[in-house]
Each structure stands twice: as structure tokens, then as C-alpha cells.
């Protein structure tokens, strides 16, 4: 290809010119949610300050499935213009054969990491990309909403949807008409898969496929948990949840416009900030668990990967150590409430104290549900649309749970044929 | 998708091969061909390496089992991504391939429904502006110049802006039909599945009626205007006027306005991709291709999409041609 070969004497003339001096110029690619990315660029601020290379961001939108396909397309092409991917937890079995081998290079930090995490990113003893930080979502409610009502934070969804319907309506009638009970992430799209899977696992519906690659999601318990969510539809959700992704749900409850939401941890930190409506009128429990079931939060995370045709590989080695070190995470952990994977932060005291969120969430990252991307291996994006799909049907009122689970195990089935590939 | 071109008028080539083949051609007529190939040869270049080559790469990538982790490693299969009976043995089968993927039918059916009512409403509306900026009044040229804005707008811009718009919380149309009392509680205009397609079309509707009203305004500036003046003298009515006399002379520009537009409109990715993403009721076609090429680990599967895509607008528009008598070749006046 012509613009690898342009990319290569851009390469060698730079080479040239910087006369063999180990400065490097890196670049990093990351999707961007809240703060992300101004907080990455204060880090890369200080790993260019402590090492010499310099890092450039490259910034691309929120939706994980908007960032997959830009990734694989620039990875198959043999793109050498970026040196280091920031990827999503279920990446790792579809990009494997794009990336470096990191198991050697990390081997002193791994052992300080979750180890389920680093599980998640190792595809035949390989290890794809080293964690940055973790992800398992929260119910946020409004501490002063349900203090006035007399509420308890709920434990079950039924429960959640009963304290939303009954606060919502008391409101209304008090003239707050633009509240709404509960919002979180209805859109087609892979945020939908996570909340999904939440409703099915926590009402012990199994985990759409298993992890011996069996294909589970057609049973009365899953076709009940949607059944259930679906009546939330209108009632204590607005109808436009089904539109909404991880920031827009975020702008309604920020606003002091929702009882009742489903995020990730980095809504802690934004929602105390100084221009947020329920700064300080809020708290965060665990999601809720469903009937016969016990809470489930679907595993999140974000990672670092380096390309394999990155032309400064060991510079990109250090990149990926600094960002992955105690310091940035607890960094991370302060300011944006983001989750370490390192499991001794977890008892930090600075951090229980600045996000209290992050301290008490150890035990929920230990047991989060991770999403069927290991046993469905490069298949895993289609079963997951295929899921969404049949899920934000559901939901939308075009045809009952029972149906759409019936055709979504066909679906499945088809793609499946004999193994997952 | 740079790959699925469509719809190639019937080129100069061929008209001159049926012209040359009726009377015998003079040694003038014949130079002047010869230098006609001369200065169409770097065209013709530029349009095999730019739109021939990947069409035909894209149509073998589709009787592959292509991967996008493995391009190289392509191995010839077939007719398998359109077409494949998988035997389970016990004596029980199912069809697989695209000829059998509802999901695809789906799309095709989406972008054909989409097509028909977006370029159908634009075409009127197309119409009804064009006769208006073509009278005169004051502040015409300003007018003029103003209705074009939505068209230079990039469509991502357009798409995006809308959809904050047509947001259910924050959006100023909700708020807008709620404070005249048309709508009692806000819409989810691009999440609700029987709103979503109208979305869609509305945002396009909005978009693209410049660009007809632009080319049908060429076409009526052609009419020349003792037309009117006679039929004025003969104290015709003027609605008599316009379907009698304006709309026959502008057909031909209405008729090439429509096919540019609706080509268009077949091939639509951005629009929806930005509004709607991954809704079952407005996936076009395109995104459907996309989705297989990049999204999944179906780059094979995803190439035989964007050539039924280009073999579909292909026929369509063929089809077109021939309903609408249309004479692109520029004779017959």
C-alpha cells in the first residue's frame, strides 16, 4: 500500500533527522466519555516530561462500536501512524492478531492486577492489552428525593420501579413535570448488550451464551426480565431512552431531570462537579437484583493495546506501563472516579475518601458478569448486535420478549452453525 | 463505500457506435472521433482505476472468504455468501447466504421505501419552490442564494444537528409542538421505531429540496418567455399555463433531477448512520454493507452486500430509464 510505504519515509527522514536520539513521537488513540480525554492529556503531559517522547491524542467519538470499526479497518490496512490503542474489555479476542504480545514486557506489573481482568485480555496465552482502568456500572439515586418520600435505596427492580412511579407521580403533582424515574442505556448499541445482560443475569437468566459456547438466552426467566423492562417503557423511563447512550442519559440526571439512573463510575465524579444540578443530592448502590436472582454488573474497562506495525514499540512498551502504573490509576481514581484494576487501591485511604464510590466497589468488580465476547471469539460484535437488536425491539414494543428471545436463539444458532469461530 | 457506483449513463462510446453503424462515416467524422478518444482517454483511465477497480475487486472479495485480519489469505468460494445450503447431517439443512439473510431484505427494502417518499416529496417541493424563485420579486438573488444553505451544509453537520433537535428531552422541535398544543407529551422522534424512518426522511426532505429546486430553476430559465406571453394573449388561466405548457418543457430537467436524486438516495449511509444507528427500521442498505465489511468479521459477506447493492441501484435505475423514456444521450429534440 502507497501510504505505507509514505508512512515509512516519513519514519526513515525522522530518523534521520533526529540523528538516533531516543525522543520518539507516540500516538495514542482514545474514545472520549466525560473528561477523558483532557485528564489523559494532563498524564501524557508528565510521561512526556519524565521520559522525552512525546504523545500525541487521537480523538475519536464515545460509541465503542463507532471506534471498533475505525480500529480494525486502520489495523488491517497496517496503519504505523498510531502506536498504541486505547480498547474496550471485549475487544481482545477479535483484535488479537493486530496487537503485541505484552505477557513478557508486563510481567512485573501483572501480578498487581485483577487477575480476572488480565484473564479477559490473554487469547491463547497471549496477552492483547494491558489494563488501564475497570468499569462496573452503579444505581445512582437522589438521596434527597427519596428522603423526602421515606425510601430505601431498592434492592430489586421491582422495588426500583415502584419507589420511581410513586416519587415521579408525587412530583408531577407538585409541579416538577419534567422529572422522570429512571434512565440508562436503551439504544441499539453496545451499551444496550451491558444493561441487557444485567437484567437477564440478575434475574437468573443466564449470560446469552455460556462460557462453553452454549447458547442460553431463550428461557422464561430472561423473557421475564425483559418483559419487566419493557413495562418500564413510558412509565418511569421516558420513551426516549431507547435513544440513549451513556451521555445522553448522563445530561438527563445531571440535570436533576431523573430518580433513578444506570452508569459507570465516571458519572460520580461529573455529577458532584460544580456545574451539576444534583451535586451532593446523590448516592450510588449496587444495581438491583432481579426476581430469583442476585445483582449483576455487566464488566467494563478500558485498555491499552500496541499495535504490532508500530514502528516504536519499546517506547510504546513505557507508554502503556505509565499509564497502567499505581500512580496513574490512582490519578484516575481521584479525579474522575474511574476504577483501578490494581486490587491494593482498593484500600487506598486518599481515594475512600475523595470518591467513596471507588473504595466500595472492590467487591462489585470482583464479581461482574463479563459479557459472552471469550466463548463467541471473532463472532462476538454480530451476537452481540443480534442481542441488542432483539432486546431494543422488545422494549420498543415490537413483539413480545418470548418472540424476539425465540428468533434471536435462531439467529444466533445460524451464526453459530456447528462451533463459534 | 467508494466502490458501489451505479447508474452509468449510456456513455458517448456506445452513442457514437450506434450513429456510426447508420450511414458511412466521412474521413473528417472519422478524425474527429479519433481526437474525441484522445481527449476522453484520461477520463476513461481515471474512472476504471478509481471506480472499475474496486467494483471488481469488491465483486471478487464477495466470492471469497475474505477477512478483513486477512485480505491476503483470501481463498475463491463461490457463490457461498449468496447462496449456501448447510446440511446437518440428519437428514435437516437451512439456506444461508444473503439471498436468504431476512436482515438484508430488510435493508433493501428500508432504502427502496426511504428513496421512493424522500425524492418523491422533494420533487414537489423541489417544484413548488423552483416557481417561486423564478418570479420576480424583490430580494430574489438573496432568497436564492439563502434556500441553498441546508444543501452546503456537510451531512453530518445536518445529521447530527437535527438529532439534538429531535432530542426527546432537550430538543427544540418537542418543545416547539408542545407549547402550540400539538403534541401533549414529548416524542422520541429518532428512538421510536414508527417515527424513526420519518426522521429520517424529514432531516433528508430538509437537506436535499435545494438541490432539486436548483435544478428544476435551470430547467424552467430554459422556457423561453413568449410562451407565456401567447398564451397570455389568449387569456389562458395560469394553473392551464402551468400544466399545459411549463411542466411539459421542464420534464426532461424534472426527469434527470429525480434520477440524480434518487441514486443518491439509494447509496444513503450518513444521514441514517448519524440519526438512527442500528435501528432494524431505517438500516439503508449501505449500513448494512458497513456493519459486515468493518463492524463484523464478515468482510466477504459485507462485499457481496455492497455488489447486490450496486447490481439492485443498477437495475433500478435502468428500469427508471426506461419507464420514463428518458434521453440522456441529449437527441431527439
Known sequence: MNFRNMAAAVAASALFCAGGASAEELALVSGSVGKDISELRMQLDEFEKESGHTVKIVEMPASTTDQFGQYRLWLSAGNEDVDVYRTD?????????????????????????????????TVDGKLVAFPMYTDAPALYYRTDLLEKYGKEPPKTWSELAETAKEIVDKEHEAGNGQLTGFVFQGAPYEGLTCDGLEWVASSDGGRIVSAEGDITINNEKAAAALEMVKGW??????????????????????????????????AYALSNGADSAVKGKFDVVPLPAGEGGKSAACLGGWNLAISKYSKHQDA??????????????????????????ITALYDDPEIAKAQPIVASWG???????????????????????????????????RGSAADNL???????????????? | MANVQAGVPPTEKALEAERAGARPRSDLSRQRLRSAWLFLAPMILVLTL????????????????????????????????????????????????????????????????YSVISVTIETILGLAFALVLNAEFKGRSVVRAAVLIPWAIPTIVSAKMWAWMMNDQFGI??????????????????????????????????????????????????????????????????????????????????????????????RVFDLIYVLTPNNTQTKSMSVFAQENLFQFDKFAYGSAASTLLFLVIAFITLFYIKVARLDLGGRGK
Do not use: C
Open chain 1, 363 to 397: 467487591e462489585v468488580v470482583e464479581n461482574a458478569v463479563p459479557r459472552p465476547s471469550a466463548p463467541t471469539k471473532r463472532q462476538y460484535n454480530e451476537v452481540s448486535k443480534e442481542f441488542w437488536t432483539a432486546v431494543n425491539e422488545t422494549l420498543a414494543g
Open chain 2, 173 to 266: 422541535l418537542n418543545d416547539m409542538l408542545m407549547s402550540i398544543g400539538i403534541l401533549s407529551s414529548p416524542v422520541a422522534w429518532t428512538a421510536d421505531p414508527d417515527t424513526a424512518m420519518w426522521a429520517v426522511i424529514i432531516v433528508d426532505v430538509w437537506k436535499t429540496t435545494p438541490f432539486m429546486a436548483l435544478l428544476i430553476l435551470a430547467g424552467l430559465q430554459m422556457v423561453p418567455g413568449d410562451v407565456y406571453e401567447a398564451a397570455k394573449i389568449d387569456g389562458i388561466h395560469p394553473v392551464k399555463v402551468f400544466w399545459k405548457v411549463t411542466l411539459p418543457l421542464i420534464r426532461p430537467a424534472i426527469l434527470v433531477a429525480v434520477i440524480f436524486r434518487a441514486l443518491d438516495a439509494l
Open chain 1, 233 to 266: 417503557i413510558g412509565t418511569i423511563a421516558p420513551d426516549g431512552v431507547l435513544s440513549y447512550k451513556e451521555e445522553e442519559s448522563r445530561g438527563v440526571w445531571q440535570t436533576g431531570n431523573a430518580v433513578f439512573m444506570r452508569n459507570w463510575p465516571y
Open chain 2, 50 to 113: 478509481v471506480a472499475g477497480w474496486p467494483l471488481v475487486k469488491t465483486i471478487w472479495f464477495s466470492l471469497t472468504d475474505a477477512s478483513l485480519s486477512d485480505l491476503e489469505g483470501a481463498k475463491f468460494v463461490g457463490l457461498r455468501n449468496y447462496y449456501e445450503y448447510v446440511d446437518y447431517g440428519d437428514g435437516e439443512g437451512e439456506y444461508f447466504g444473503l439471498l436468504f439473510d431476512p436482515q438484508w431484505w430488510n435493508a433493501v427494502w428500508n432504502t427502496v421505501y
Open chain 1, 316 to 341: 510504546a512498551i513505557e507508554l502503556v506501563k505509565f499509564l497502567s502504573s499505581e500512580k496513574a490509576q490512582k490519578q484516575r481514581a481521584l479525579n474522575q472516579s474511574r476504577l483501578p484494576t
Open chain 1, 89 to 121: 474489555v471485549i475487544w481482545a479476542p477479535q483484535l488479537a492478531g493486530s496487537f503485541v504480545d505484552l505477557k513478557d514486557a508486563m510481567k512485573d506489573e501483572t501480578p498487581r492486577h485483577n487477575p480476572s481482568i488480565i484473564e479477559s485480555q
Open chain 1, 406 to 421: 425465540d428468533k434471536l436463539e435462531k439467529r444466533l444458532r445460524r451464526l453459530k452453525r456447528r462451533e463459534w469461530e
